[in-house]
């Protein structure tokens, strides 16, 4: 089993229903949906360019996928997910866009957003007494020899090379599309994300991800509001 600290929006928000239909699985519970032709594409190629996307559910990686610590329990993990989750205060984008980034699609932040970078930087430093070390499997996995070296150094200091300078904020909607097939990939995902672009994004849940098994969909596992207890009460 592995674990991850994603952000995803709570459970049944707008943009989590949309990014559900939209990859063809509700990260909360499994669901799987129905997915219908959007914008010129087919279902068939909805389902066959958000394949990849789907098994990860709607998300944004603050702390990549870790197998447990020997050491540690799930029931700490839960706890210390508690623990920084009271502790912190949401964080307001002011505006998401669509960008392509190396080839798949991702909601992104229209601009740069300080605050998200330092909770992202803290998540990864917060859980990091969780991870177990990176197997030799794991650490080839991640294709080293095409990493900078500052990624290889996240990499083998982090367990994964795109944190802290190297971070960008992104929710996933495909795997990579050639250009060919880009425009049309851009205006279906336009076509259905179309109230959520330009528009705020509160990052204000923190949830812990599972993987029962190795190659299995991902799952939410626990949700948790980010902010005092105290104001999560009288908001």
Request: hydrophobic letters at 45%; proline letters at 9%; aromatic letters at 10%.
């Amino acid at each position: 089993m592995r674990y991850a600290v994603y952000f995803t929006p709570a459970r049944d928000a707008p943009l989590g229903r949309i990014a559900a239909e939209w990859l063809g699985r509700d990260a909360y519970g499994g669901t799987v949906r129905p997915q219908g032709a959007v914008g010129g594409l087919s279902a068939a190629e909805i389902a066959f360019h958000t394949a990849s996307a789907r098994r990860y559910g709607f998300h944004a990686t603050l702390k990549a996928p870790f197998r447990l610590a020997a050491d540690q329990s799930e029931e700490q993990l839960l706890s210390a997910l508690d623990a920084f989750c009271e502790a912190r205060e949401p964080v307001f984008i002011p505006r998401m866009t669509l960008a392509r980034m190396s080839g798949f699609f991702a909601l992104v932040p229209g601009e740069p957003v300080p605050a998200l970078d330092a909770l992202a930087s803290d998540v990864v430093k917060s859980f990091e007494p969780f991870r177990a070390p990176l197997t030799e499997a794991e650490l080839a996995r991640r294709n080293p020899e095409a990493l900078s070296p500052g990624q290889l150094r996240n990499l083998h200091g982090w367990g994964y090379p795109y944190v802290f300078d190297e971070f960008r904020f992104h929710m996933t909607l495909s795997g990579r599309v050639t250009p060919t097939d880009s425009p049309r990939v851009s205006r279906a995902i336009e076509h259905t994300f179309g109230a959520f672009l330009d528009t705020p994004l509160s990052i204000d849940t923190l949830a812990l991800f599972v993987e029962p098994e190795a190659g299995a969909p991902f799952l939410v596992h626990t949700a948790r509001t980010i902010g005092p207890t105290h104001q999560r009460k009288s908001a």
